[in-house]
């Protein structure tokens, strides 16, 4: 439960494609660490190294280590699915399995685990709904399926769905760009209260939202379009949008790029 | 890459057309004649743009709108005048005839002066070698669609996608001629323990021919191998048509390459491969000169045994086409023809059925 991340002099390519370059930081556990930047700078590029997402896509590899508690992820013999079993993920958009019932869609993870107990599994599912501050809103119709919900609730499910395997980091994928400001302000509120539990790694693309829900912040940056991605900085969100330490990132944070 | 953007797109077109329509239909009511309404248009409908787009491409609009209707009512009416000819004709014969034409296992034309014929054993040849062929054909077929499109790199799909379209395009002859030659007595052995060890199960029992090659077995797998195609081309597509969301949902939870497909992409394209395996159907059911080749004719009646021998509605007719001179025996025929017709569209309604009734809305 709520590991630390290490990732050090990770390298991500797409076949000759240089994606990101030489990123080095940490993610402490029980915090809420959030990625900002341009669009193509590689953030979700390596926020999905982080579960080995990346794999899906032919040609991607990974250079470098990325440890969780120690131990890296890539190592050989250690395989992808098991990764994704222990680092948990939501996407920009929701998507709950449309055809399987809300019960089913929050405890498909634990059915991928191989646990058969009803009784447990009932269990887990209340656990994850109250959560993922959902139960309230969907205690009476656990049995209907996921797709009838609102985004933002579908959006919850997910996370619910992803917490219920109790995750050693959650991933999320710009988890509020689909939804409403309401539907956002109950993720973030979430996102909140979830950080006491689980090690949460966001990407956003909302500045604001870095600062509200983030503890330390990680700004990426590319010089041109087809160059690699990079670090800019990594620091507690408070220092990095009051004061960073690089220019590039004063100017980004400020609304003047380049 | 994002299938998920293209989706609305059908949608919002075809509600477009449908909204169009009605709203079109008045203005055809008011000007019987081409060319002396301009100007009434422009009194008439106050100006939009709607309405002045009509005006500028007036005739032409007319004309194809006159075309495309023209041309969906053709189908329509030939389906009508099809039916309407198999039942016109169908019905002196009925009625001339001593045998029940539902239960009765004999197809007998020879005496004009008294018809006895019965769809018992077609229908049962039919039914028997098309639902044989459909499952055989539907698991491959999901088998070869799943494996195009989550287990092939798409470099490799592509070709053996091409490998299964030429399946298609071998002629039913070409079918028939090998099933009856080559195919036949090789699965001979097969029938014939099948025969023996499950025998006592009435698709296995004996049936109606002396020998093991030629019948209804043979036929059915003969026919799995033609509907492949359709079902494989098909299922593919839907498979393929997975929301890249969903499977990414999977595969975050730790699932397997098979339990992706297990959550995702089965649900996803489990109504379009039903649909496809009853176009499959479609296709065995009507299927004709392979059937006449392969199946061989029995003289007594069917004992539903995958074993029999016999015809099916389409290879009956077809092997009587040449003696279709009388108007009485002839109508017999076609009476059988119009119950396949019937079947067919049955087969058709529920794959519509089925396919309608959208998993992902």
Do not use: F
């Given at each position: 439960m709520a590991k630390r991340l290490d990732l050090k002099d990770v390298d991500i390519y797409y076949g000759d494609f240089?994606?990101?370059?030489?990123v080095n930081l940490s993610v402490p556990p029980r915090s809420v660490t959030s990625f900002i930047g341009p669009s193509g700078c590689g953030k979700s590029t390596v926020l999905r190294t982080l579960n080995r997402m990346h794999e899906e896509i032919p040609g991607a590899r990974v250079e470098g280590q990325i440890q969780l508690d120690g131990e890296d992820?890539?190592?050989?013999?250690?395989d992808a699915v098991a990764v994704r079993r222990t680092i948990g993920m939501v996407f920009q958009r929701p998507n709950p399995f449309p055809t399987m019932s809300i019960r089913d869609n929050v405890v498909a993870g634990l059915k991928l685990q191989g646990v058969r107990d009803k009784k447990k599994l009932d269990e887990v599912c209340e656990a994850s709904l109250r959560g993922a501050n959902l139960w309230k809103e969907v205690s009476g119709r656990l049995d209907k399926p996921g797709g009838g919900l609102s985004g933002g609730q579908q959006q919850r499910l997910c996370i619910a769905r992803a917490i219920a395997v109790q995750p050693d980091v959650l991933l999320m994928d710009e988890?509020?760009?689909?939804?409403d400001p309401i539907s956002t302000l109950a993720i973030e509120d979430l996102i909140g209260d979830l950080k006491k539990d689980y090690t949460i790694v966001i990407v956003t693309h909302n500045m604001q939202q870095a600062a509200r829900v983030s503890d330390q912040t990680a700004f990426f940056n590319l010089e041109a379009t087809g160059k690699p991605g990079h670090l800019v900085e990594i620091d507690d969100t408070e220092k990095i949008f009051?004061?960073?330490?690089e220019r590039e990132t004063e100017d980004y944070i400020s609304g003047r790029f380049g | 890459m994002t299938p998920d953007g293209d989706e609305a797109d059908p949608n919002t077109v075809s509600e477009r057309t449908t909204q169009r329509a009605p709203s079109d239909d008045p203005e055809t009511r008011d000007r019987?004649?081409?060319?002396?309404?301009m100007a009434s248009v422009t009194e008439t409908k106050p100006p939009s743009t709607g309405s002045s787009r009509t005006t500028s491409g007036g005739v032409g609009e007319r004309v194809f709108r006159g075309l495309t209707t023209g041309s969906g009512l053709v189908v329509v009416a030939a389906i009508a005048l099809i039916g309407l000819f198999l039942v016109v004709q169908a019905v002196p014969s009925l009625l001339a005839n001593n045998a029940n034409f539902l239960t009765s296992p004999d197809f007998n034309t020879s005496d004009a002066g008294n018809l006895r014929f019965g769809i018992r054993d077609l229908l049962a040849v039919t039914l028997l070698s098309s639902l044989m062929a459909l499952a055989i054909a539907m698991p491959i077929g999901m088998g070869i669609a799943l494996f195009l499109t989550q287990y092939t790199p798409a470099r490799l799909a592509r070709p053996f996608s091409y490998v299964i379209g030429l399946l298609a395009a071998v002629p039913s002859i070409v079918f028939g001629l090998w099933g009856i030659l080559v195919l036949a007595p090789a699965i001979e052995p097969i029938a014939q323990f099948l025969q023996t060890y499950l025998g006592w199960f009435f698709l296995f029992?004996?049936?109606?021919?002396?020998?093991?090659?030629?019948?209804i077995f043979t036929g059915g797998i003969v026919l799995a191998i033609m509907i492949l195609p359709i079902i494989t081309a098909t299922t593919r597509e839907v498979f393929a048509q997975t929301p890249r969301f969903q499977i990414e949902a999977a595969q975050a939870l730790g699932a397997t390459r098979w339990e992706v497909i297990r959550m995702a992409v089965l649900p996803y394209g489990r109504s379009g491969f039903i649909a496809a395996s009853m176009l499959g159907l479609g296709r065995a059911l009507g299927e004709t000169i392979a059937v006449l080749i392969v199946i061989r004719t029995a003289t007594s009646p069917s004992h539903l045994s995958l074993f029999d021998g016999g015809a099916t509605f389409a290879s009956k007719i077809a092997a009587a086409a040449s003696e279709f001179s009388q108007p009485l025996p002839t109508g017999a025929y076609i009476a059988a023809g119009l119950v396949l017709f019937v079947l067919t569209f049955v087969v058709n309604a529920l794959a519509r059925v089925v396919a309608g009734g959208k998993v992902n809305g």
């Open positions: 240089h994606a990101v370059q030489n992820i890539y190592a050989r013999g250690s988890p509020c760009s689909a939804l009051s004061n960073p330490t | 019987p004649s081409g060319s002396a309404t029992a004996p049936g109606n021919l002396p020998v093991l090659t030629g019948t």
